[in-house]
């Protein structure tokens, strides 16, 4: 069964820093991988979407790279700003599971 | 292109109650999934409904029904309702079921007193 895991839980930057949220995977037989951006009470809003034969995607400051082999994935965001406080959350499909399977997500405060 | 609309946003009601949850997706996807959000339990995976076949099915009790229609809008249903059903339903919508990009909605938020 396929277990995501992202760590940290909750991470609080000052606003301009650059950070990398991590997240790991126990099967390396994916089809994609996708990272979403939760607000409070919200619904997900898709940020990147990495096809398991990509490495690396990229939009304005976000960066999300792939590596099957040691089941990891990262988002990296460039330049952090207030409103870019959210919770981030990984999720992929892969194997025979169609669905999409989450992590717990890192909850990101950017201070200004 | 509207994105994907959920109705009702907000629903209470008690134990022992039955609810239905709608989805309309993004004009032109024809896949459907639906996901329950709790604060212990995270985004778990309820079902999917591709043109109107229901093609995988989570790990949640036959309670939790769901249909798609002809236009792609689905509903879920939960009958008997327990209070751990309290949660926030989200529904996705995709072109396809795989490689292919996910769109949420903003959710249904139940609450079961």
């Known amino acids: 069964k396929q277990e995501v895991t992202q760590i940290p839980a909750a991470l609080s930057v000052p606003e301009g820093e650059n950070l990398v949220l991590n997240c790991s995977f126990t099967?390396?037989?994916?089809?994609?991988l996708q990272w979403f951006r939760q607000d409070p009470g919200k619904g997900l809003t898709s940020l990147l979407l990495i096809q398991s034969s990509q490495r690396e995607q990229t939009s304005g400051r976000l960066n999300a790279s792939l590596d099957k082999s040691s089941g990891r994935s990262t988002l990296y965001i460039a330049a952090s700003q207030p409103g870019d406080s959210a919770t981030y959350l990984c999720?992929?499909?892969?194997?025979?599971?169609?669905?999409?399977?989450f992590g717990s997500g890192t909850q990101l405060t950017v201070l200004p | 292109k509207a994105g994907v609309t959920q109705t009702p946003r907000y629903l209470i009601k008690t134990r022992g109650q039955q609810v239905t949850l709608s989805c309309s997706p993004i004009s032109g996807h024809r896949s459907v999934s639906w996901y329950q959000q709790t604060p212990g339990q995270g985004l778990q995976f309820l079902f999917e409904?591709?043109?109107?076949?229901?093609?995988n099915k989570g790990n949640f009790p036959g309670r939790f029904s769901g249909r798609q229609f002809s236009n792609s809008r689905s509903e879920m249903n939960v009958s008997t309702l327990e209070l751990g059903d309290s949660a926030l339903y989200l529904c996705?919508?995709?072109?396809?079921?795989?490689?292919?990009?996910?769109?949420f909605g903003p959710g249904t938020r139940l609450l079961v007193l």
């Open positions: 999720a992929l499909t892969g194997g025979s599971a169609r669905q999409l399977t």
């Open positions: 099967d390396s037989a994916i089809y994609n």
């Open positions: 409904y591709f043109s109107e076949t229901q093609r």
């Open positions: 996705a919508s995709s072109y396809q079921v795989d490689q292919e990009t996910q769109y």
